[in-house]
């Protein structure tokens, strides 16, 4: 069964304050790992999608990695703007949808 | 402006009383999901869709039927709602028959059973 496991549950951080979030999984033929933002009451947006182990991508602030086992979203100077649920998902392609992990609450106090 | 649309965006209803929560995306998509999501268990899959008339369960799809009858529409039916199925429930497509591309989401529907 896919596992997709995300760290922290939470994460409060000053404007400016660089960190990363972390996501781990286990799936048996990763075809595709991709990161959301989700603002309270709204729907996943899409920021990016990895195929393979070093894969890097930029956007922004925010950057994501990839290796054989996670991947790591790192967020360069965040700004208040910044804070939303950060989620991580994996799929093996075909039908298969995604499967996603509970997601990382960020929060950026000015 | 492309767009998934889900109707309605709020609903309380009672137990046993049939619904349908409407999607339709404008991106011409081939592939259409729904999950839901509730707190603690994330997003999970209800019913997926390749292409018109192909629909398949996802993890989650007791107490659900879909239909898939042009391309546009995927709507969700619950015949027989119960208080477990309140959740917050998302619309999804994207391009391509498979779930390996990037998904657009609906807004999402808050269904409340009591």
Redesign the interface.
């Known amino acids: 069964e896919d596992q997709v496991t995300q760290s922290p549950e939470a994460l409060r951080l000053q404007e400016g304050e660089s960190s990363s979030l972390n996501c781990s999984y286990t799936v048996s033929g990763l075809r595709g790992l991709f990161w959301y933002r989700q603002d309270p009451g709204k729907g996943p947006e899409f920021l990016f999608t990895l195929y393979s182990a070093g894969e890097e991508k930029e956007k922004e602030r925010l950057k994501a990695t990839l290796t054989k086992k996670e991947s790591f979203l790192h967020i360069t100077a965040p700004k208040p703007e910044d804070s939303a649920t950060y989620l991580c998902a994996v799929t093996r392609g075909g039908a298969d949808g995604l499967t996603f992990g509970k997601g990382t609450h960020l929060i950026i106090q000015p | 402006e492309a767009q998934?649309t889900q109707n309605p965006r709020y609903l309380i209803t009672v137990t046993g009383k049939k619904l349908t929560v409407t999607c339709s995306q404008n991106m011409n998509h081939e592939y259409m999901?729904w999950?839901r999501q509730d707190p603690?268990?994330?997003?999970?899959?209800i019913y997926?869709s390749?292409n018109v008339e192909v629909t398949?369960k996802?993890?989650v799809p007791e107490g659900y039927k879909v239909s898939r009858k042009e391309k546009r529409n995927f709507p969700l039916i619950l015949e027989s709602p119960s208080p477990n199925q309140t959740s917050l429930y998302?619309c999804?497509s994207s391009f391509g028959t498979?779930?390996?591309?990037?998904?657009?989401?609906?807004?999402?529907t808050r269904l409340t059973v009591l």
């Open positions: 998934v999901s999950y603690g268990l994330g997003l999970r899959q997926y390749m398949d996802g993890d998302f999804a498979s779930g390996e591309n990037e998904q657009f989401f609906g807004p999402g």
